[in-house]
């Protein structure tokens, strides 16, 4: 953890942690339903028909998932480095 604070500047995970604050809490419900309309009461105001809002929501749904998406890269890329150095270090012990 050391290496990847020195690399990057900030701790392994802190970046995806801050990226999903930005994700509402709804979102991370144990018995989150795509189909129950709670979640998303917060985008009906100025949505006139129901095609609409499902446009919306689906443009809200895709614009976290990209969040989470580029985080999770940006982390793996971090990590890369130590994991294939341990992969090495695992194949010259011959484990």
């Given amino acids: 953890h050391k290496y990847e604070t020195m690399r990057t500047g900030r701790k392994a995970g802190e970046g995806l942690v801050q990226a999903m604050e930005h994700i509402p809490g709804p979102y991370f419900d144990d018995d989150f339903d795509l189909g129950l309309s709670e979640p998303f009461l917060e985008l009906r105001s100025g949505v006139e028909s129901r095609s609409s809002l499902n446009i919306v929501i689906q443009e ?6 990209d969040v989470v998406e580029v985080h999770l890269l940006k982390e793996i890329s971090i990590r890369s480095d130590s994991f294939f150095q ?8 011959g484990v």
């Avoid at 809200?60 to 998932?65: A, T």
């Fill in 60 to 65: 809200n749904l895709s614009n976290y998932l």
């Fill in 86 to 93: 341990a992969l090495a270090v695992l194949q010259d012990l």
